[in-house]
């Protein structure tokens, strides 16, 4: 499956942005799904997921109650909805797909996932 990653951008902070992540080659329904992000000098870090049924959900804590991931499969796309956004969310957006794992586990390690999108850039003006 390829994956492509959009919707990034500048927006003050408040605002909202959503990401969209599509999916062609495979459906995107038979994969765990993340959306991480890197910020400068750090690393790669987890910022929400979902399992390959979908009914399992993960956000880190900075996220929760802002972040929202969904799916839609008719559309084969990943989206990930960020509203009251900060300074510090700042980072390169990017969503992988996994698939070698039971169908209500979530996926934390980036070495558990086996495809990328390309990165978005979201940056959060204070």
């Known amino acids: 499956v390829q994956l492509q990653a959009s919707g990034g951008g500048l927006v003050q902070a408040g605002g909202s942005l959503r990401l969209s992540c599509v999916a062609s080659?495979?459906?995107?329904?038979?994969?765990?799904v993340g959306w991480f992000r890197q910020a400068p000098g750090k690393e790669r870090e987890l910022v929400a997921a979902?399992?390959?049924?979908?009914?399992?959900?993960y956000y880190t804590d900075s996220v929760k109650g802002r972040f929202t991931i969904s799916r839609d499969n008719a559309k084969n796309t990943v989206y990930l909805q960020m509203n009251s956004l900060k300074p510090e969310d700042t980072a390169v957006y990017y969503c992988?797909?996994?698939?070698?794992?039971?169908?209500?586990?979530?996926?934390?390690?980036?070495?558990?996932?086996?495809?990328w999108g390309q990165g978005t850039l979201v940056t959060v003006s204070s």
């Open positions: 979902f399992s390959r049924s979908g009914y399992n959900t």
């Open positions: 080659g495979r459906t995107i329904s038979i994969y765990a």
């Open positions: 992988a797909a996994g698939s070698k794992i039971g169908i209500n586990i979530i996926i934390y390690t980036t070495r558990e996932y086996d495809y």
